[in-house]
């Protein structure tokens, strides 16, 4: 039985990402009764509220309170935890730009397991972890079974486990930013620098129609600006749609392009690769239209569509026009 469970809250200025509330979840999944401790960095007053925050999901949040830490510099957090985690210590992260930065280098120092991309557990005995885990854009299903005697990381799709919503777990804070040692790195921080907003702006948009690489053909967009237009959406898109120059980079859905918030988000030919997920927020209602019954955006999707876009879209469209 490997060591203490630790999910790392990821927020920006004090704001925690979805993904906070969904790692205590997932490690309950295999730790049904271990008290999993929450780690939170950063500098100043946020960070205080936020640590409050978490004591609803956590039974226990170690806060670090550091300049060096003001912003989620990766290789800063790698050598906090190197030096504050126990011996053995399961730590989770989600699965985004900032857990792919930071966990592998991370196992490499404690010499534990990494595990990335992960959508399920299916047990754990003795310290055989079995996992199910993604690999090839989410086109591949792969089942793991590893030892974690010397502790693990792991990363977990953002998403895929419901948010830690009871509130019930009455936990308390504590303060270790005197334990945080050494955090000199060579890494610096320079500056944020905002996406380009365009014509649309997609964070801001209740109901996205989001057409992937299934479209085709650029001629074929009309038919999603169709239904966008019934609907009284506004069209999105994955990141080969732009690389294909069919629309702006400021329509990209993704862990490089926007994060949206929508409530309602239709994936129409998007195969649901992690970076294209990972930049969708707020746990929308997502319908996803795509022909191959097993592609990975249906293990997300509330309603699922398995057929051609191209005939079902205009279907949708005319139905929606006849009922208003
Ligand atoms: C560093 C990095 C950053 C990245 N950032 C992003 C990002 O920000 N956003 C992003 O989207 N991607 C990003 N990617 C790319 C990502 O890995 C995927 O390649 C991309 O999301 C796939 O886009 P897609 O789902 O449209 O295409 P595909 O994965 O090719 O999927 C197309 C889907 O359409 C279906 N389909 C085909 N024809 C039809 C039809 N007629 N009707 C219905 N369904 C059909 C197929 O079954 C398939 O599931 C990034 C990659 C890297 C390496």
Redesign the pocket.
Known sequence: MAGQVFAYITHKAGKADDTALELVKAAGKIYPDAAVTAIVTGSGADLDALCNEMTASYKEVWKFDNDALAYPNAEAIRKLLVNVLPQDAVVFFGHDTFGMDLGPGLSIKLDSVFLPDVVDFEGLEGDSLKVIRQEY?GQVSTHVSCNISAGAVINVRPGVFQPDESGSAGGQVVDKSSEAGDLTVGRHFLEIVAAEVGDVDITKEDVLVSV???I?DQDNIEIANELAEAMGAVVSC???IVDAKWLEKPR??????QTVKPKVYLAL???G?F??MG?LKGNPFIVA????PK?PIFQVADVGVVD???EFVPVLTEKIQEGK
């Open positions: 854009s992937g690489r299934g085709e994955s990141r080969p990209q859905v993704g862990t490089s392009g030919g998007i195969s690769s970076q294209h930049g239209v795509n022909k191959n592609a051609d876009l191209l």
